[in-house]
């Protein structure tokens, strides 16, 4: 049987499987089952904090309404402090999921100021986490800001978060970038210990019929997982930091896939609100089973032999291989 501990962020990990974050993180015993069937690390619903800010304007809109109503109203009204609306229900989540589970827990957070996201990373941070989460995200609607100014604002992100927490932070990054091998060096240089490729942005279709939106959340699919595999091959050995994929890891030949591009972790989501604990189950003993029938004793072993540095034709991942693709297509055809 292969070993198939692994390190992330400087993380001992019993299995490369980790519960990506989602809703999967919000039921303490179903957590428990997903820790048991092989789970190496878990990884909690993101925190938003445009989503608390709104809460807490909510709520002291609400009080400030009432309270002139009345002579006495200051009497009757409780205090703004008694409703949880700032972090502190995911800072009390964050703390059963760790008196509940033995893995690691890392919280996720988007961040919207550089206040916000320094804040409410040091509050994950005091209680308990392993690692941080950092979803870097910016749509960019200005004329005037270039690519270069959003990236150096997110840098300065990364920086101020590390600054501010005693624990390993990752990065979760879009396809977006059209540098990427560059800003993940950068990322690292700024003292991330990790970047996850890629996060599956859950953007509205339209719906011409209604002339609305469509909201409807569609799951990942294997066919996601390419792109994800040639940024891994790009970065592997090529960026002092730690290498997750997200998004298209459905079965554990998926994952030996990611593994073999240099992935050190994989995040599930889609595949387990599918399947369940068993299915994570399924995946650990393939991957196990593709291990030895390969010869790797060991995910160390496997990890980053299909990187760009130990592939006989590095091209293969590059732009050439777009030609050797169409032709591929011909020939499918002609079969």
Request: proline share 5%.
């Amino acid at each position: 049987m292969a070993d198939l501990a692994t390190t992330w962020l400087g993380l001992d990990l019993v299995s490369p499987f980790i519960v990506g974050a989602s809703p999967l993180a919000d039921d303490l015993l179903g957590l428990g089952d997903y820790v048991a069937a092989g789970a190496g690390a878990v990884v909690l619903r993101s925190v938003f904090e445009e989503q608390i800010v709104a809460e807490q304007l909510a709520v002291h809109r609400f009080l400030d309404s009432r309270v002139d109503n009345d002579a006495e109203a200051r009497s009757f009204l409780p205090d703004s402090g008694t409703f949880p609306v700032g972090a502190e229900p995911a800072v009390n989540h964050l703390e059963r999921v760790r008196a509940a589970v033995d893995v690691p827990v890392v919280a996720s957070l988007n961040g919207v100021t550089p206040g916000g996201w320094t804040d409410i990373a040091r509050q994950l941070g005091d209680a308990g986490a392993d690692a941080i989460e950092l979803n870097l995200y910016d749509l960019a609607t200005d004329f005037v800001e270039t690519s270069a100014d959003i990236e150096d604002r997110q840098l300065q992100v990364v920086a101020s978060v590390v600054a501010s927490v005693d624990v390993p932070v990752t990065v979760k990054l879009s396809p977006f970038y059209t540098a990427l091998p560059n800003f993940v060096r950068r990322l690292g240089h700024a003292g991330a210990a990790g970047v996850t490729v890629f996060n599956r942005f859950y953007q509205p279709d339209v719906d011409p019929d209604s002339l609305g939106l469509d909201r409807r959340l569609h799951l990942s699919t294997p066919a996601e997982l390419p792109v994800r595999l040639h940024a891994l091959a790009l970065l592997h050995r090529r960026v002092d930091v730690s290498l997750a994929v997200t998004g298209g890891v459905h079965t554990g030949r998926d994952a030996a896939k990611a593994i073999l591009c240099g992935a050190d972790a994989v995040q599930i989501v889609s595949a387990l609100l599918e399947g369940g604990p068993g299915h994570l189950t399924r995946m650990r003993h393939d991957l196990d089973g593709w291990l030895d029938e390969m010869g790797y004793r060991g995910i160390d072993e496997a990890c980053g032999a299909m990187a760009l540095d130990n592939v006989d034709d590095p091209h293969a991942f590059e732009r050439v291989n777009y030609a050797r693709l169409l032709d591929g297509w011909h020939s499918q055809r002609a079969e």
